[in-house]
């Protein structure tokens, strides 16, 4: 998936079906049949724990390995971050914590 890089500095949970096909992405089945809703809006709570477990991974080790690459992903996460919590899929209290990729507990954090 195209990140915020291709999107000016908007999260990928901000698309809209539209915006995979204008993208040349693959369109997540959650908006297949949905024109109206952001996949942000239509995601879990359990995706969401999913999506932080797996960007906590995969932040942890380009950390070691390219630190450029894992500033620019960073910054991509913040804004995905951002958007969640101002669609109400994250709590703003939350989002210090998050912030901490590299050490934060997942224990009670959706």
Do not use: A, C
């Amino acid at each position: 998936m195209k990140k915020i890089s291709d999107k000016l500095g908007l999260s990928e949970f901000s698309w809209k079906r539209q915006d995979f096909v204008d993208n040349g992405e693959e369109i997540p089945l959650l908006l297949e049949k949905d024109k109206e809703h952001t996949y942000g809006e239509l995601i879990t709570e359990k995706e969401i724990l999913s999506w932080l477990l797996e960007t906590n991974k995969v932040f942890r080790l380009i950390n070691e390995t390219d630190k450029p690459v894992f500033d620019r992903l960073y910054s991509e996460y913040i804004i995905d971050l951002e958007y969640l919590s101002r669609i109400g899929k994250i709590k703003k209290n939350q989002i210090p914590e998050l912030k901490e990729i590299l050490n934060f507990d997942l224990e009670g954090v959706i």
